[in-house]
């Protein structure tokens, strides 16, 4: 199941972590922000509410995106 659930509307993309952020989901969510961030709707809020968790390897994902976008 992935980390992130996402919903259009507007002109941002709500994006909701939960769960767990580690080293093994952490490309998966990579790939989910840059498909987002490169859609209809380009500028993603990210919602960490609902994360239990987050490693280094979570942290570089997020801020891997950034950077790309």
Do not use: C, W, Y
Request: proline content about 7%.
């Amino acid at each position: 199941m992935s980390p992130l659930t996402a919903h259009g509307r507007g002109t941002a993309t709500p994006a909701n972590l939960h769960k767990k952020i580690d080293i093994l989901t952490a490309p998966e969510l990579t790939s989910a922000l840059l498909l987002l961030v490169d859609g209809p709707a380009p500028d993603v809020l990210v919602d960490l509410r609902n994360l239990d968790f987050i490693d280094g390897a979570g942290l570089t994902a997020l801020a891997t995106v950034q950077l790309l976008r």
